[in-house]
């Protein structure tokens, strides 16, 4: 079964010389094989437009670590009961707390803590240079895996829109193809009544 496919395969990649082969079935073939070479050539280029975002990224993350620092928020009340965990992690609720900005200065706010912290209880969170809220900077994991992520979705996005091409105009090639077989057979049946 897979040998016959492969066959299949290869008598589209390569007609031959066959004379049922027509100039549609050519073409198909040399279209196939500009496909497919277009969409191996992508992947060195689509490489290094990764590496590139890799690198553009890591800039981002050391930006990131420059201008946030860990800190401790004292929750002011008691979050809500409850044990819900969301992949193996205590889910976290809202809960007003306070911190110390890195200048000293006194901030309040609500804060993610786990459900039923209780009132006094130090959770981790992140500051800005202000002092204010924000979300942990980035790793240089998060930015391999959003150059990578980027890479073979490009890669992925330009083979869709080759294999769209290559289908479109095979329908078209296929169209002309039996076109030609419709004109030869009213030729040939134009030469057997008039015999």
């Known amino acids: 079964m897979c040998s016959e496919s492969f066959t299949r395969l290869w008598r589209h990649v390569r007609p031959g010389e066959h004379p049922l082969v027509r100039r549609w ?17 992508a992947i060195p280029i689509l490489a290094v437009m990764g590496h590139t ?5 890591l800039e981002l993350v050391a930006d990131q ?16 009961p409850g044990s819900q965990k969301v992949r193996g992690s205590p889910a976290t ?9 890195a200048s000293g200065i006194r901030h309040e706010g609500k804060v993610p803590a786990p459900y039923g912290a209780a009132k006094g209880t130090a959770v981790d969170v992140w500051l800005d240079t202000n ?33 769209w091409v290559y289908c479109g105009v095979r329908a ?24």
């Open 131 to 163: 002092g204010d809220l924000t979300v942990p900077p980035l790793t240089r994991r998060d930015a391999a895996a959003f150059a990578i992520a980027t890479a073979i979705g490009a890669w992925l996005a330009l083979v869709f829109a080759l294999v």
């Open 53 to 57: 975002m890799y690198t553009q990224r």
């Open 25 to 41: 079935d050519r073409m198909e073939s040399r279209l196939l094989i500009t496909v497919t070479v277009l969409a191996l050539l």
């Open 93 to 101: 609720t809202e809960v007003r707390a306070s911190w110390m900005s």
């Open 65 to 80: 670590h420059a201008s946030r620092y860990p800190a401790q928020a004292i929750l002011l009340e008691d979050a809500p």
């Open 172 to 195: 078209l090639l296929n169209r002309a193809r039996y076109a030609d077989w419709e004109r030869e057979w009213r030729h040939i049946s134009r030469d057997s009544i008039g015999k």
